[in-house]
């Protein structure tokens, strides 16, 4: 079982509130969203394990079970071009369950016309293997999002 | 077994949508698939975590691999969303 946890804080508002039908139609995977507090902040690891991969806007981390959680910074993140993130850990670098991964501050991606919505999505997880999946409330980072069985 | 290596036309490369397309057409097949970068593993196409991992960006070759009954379609159906430059629908 994994427990996996909202890597900002802010308020749940569930795949479907992603403005982007890939992720808002689990084309990546299972899992919710959460629209981030604005202000500076950083981005944390959902679970504890390995990143095993980590790009400035998107990242994920495999834990022990082999269970890989893609976190998404906001939509369209890709065409900045890492401009407005700064990395707080390595690609291959084991993380703690909520260490921070990715500095951001999504009040500017939201001020460059992009939504800073965050996508936690379970990779090659069938939508069945989700449960307590939160789809709604506010959230601090660190709380748990759902589970994975 | 079929064998077919192309470049990654996706601007972002194989992330996000490129890479759910991707995932999602291997998924239906019946058949073991694999997608390799030059001198690599070979990795499951039906995996978006190990698809995600492989990192294949814009401009890089690929190659694809296949065994069994339908290779050969697979392989150009997969052939086709790594093509485009902006893959659209599912």
Redesign the interface.
């Given at each position: 079982m994994t427990r996996v946890l909202s890597p900002v804080p802010g308020r749940v508002v569930g795949l479907a509130g992603v403005p982007d039908p890939v992720f808002a139609q689990a084309m990546v995977g299972p899992g919710t969203a959460v629209d981030p507090a604005r202000g500076p902040g950083a981005a944390a690891a959902p679970v504890a394990g390995t990143i095993v991969k980590l790009h400035p806007h998107a990242y994920v981390v495999v834990d022990a079970e082999g269970h890989g959680v893609l976190v998404h910074l906001g939509i369209d993140t890709v065409q900045l071009k890492g401009a407005g993130f700064e990395l707080l850990a390595a690609e291959g670098d084991r993380v703690e369950a909520g260490q921070p991964v990715v500095a951001w501050d999504p009040a500017a991606i939201e001020a460059g016309g992009r939504s800073p919505v965050c996508a936690v999505v379970a990779l090659d997880a069938g939508a069945d293997a989700l449960s307590g999946v939160r789809e709604d409330g506010d959230v601090e980072r660190g709380a748990e999002l759902f589970a994975w069985s | 077994m079929s064998e077919r290596t192309i470049k990654v036309e996706s601007k972002?490369g194989l992330?996000?949508?490129p890479?759910?397309?991707f995932v999602?057409t291997a998924a239906q097949a019946p058949i073991d698939v694999t997608v390799a970068k030059p001198g690599k593993e070979p990795v499951n196409a039906k995996?978006?975590?190990a698809v995600?991992?492989l990192?294949a960006r814009h401009g890089e070759e690929i190659t694809l691999r296949a065994d069994g009954d339908g290779a050969d379609e697979l392989l150009a159906k997969l052939a086709a969303v790594v093509a485009e430059a902006e893959p659209k629908g599912?």
């Open positions: - | 972002v992330h996000a949508r890479a759910a397309l999602q995996s978006i975590l995600l991992a990192d599912a």
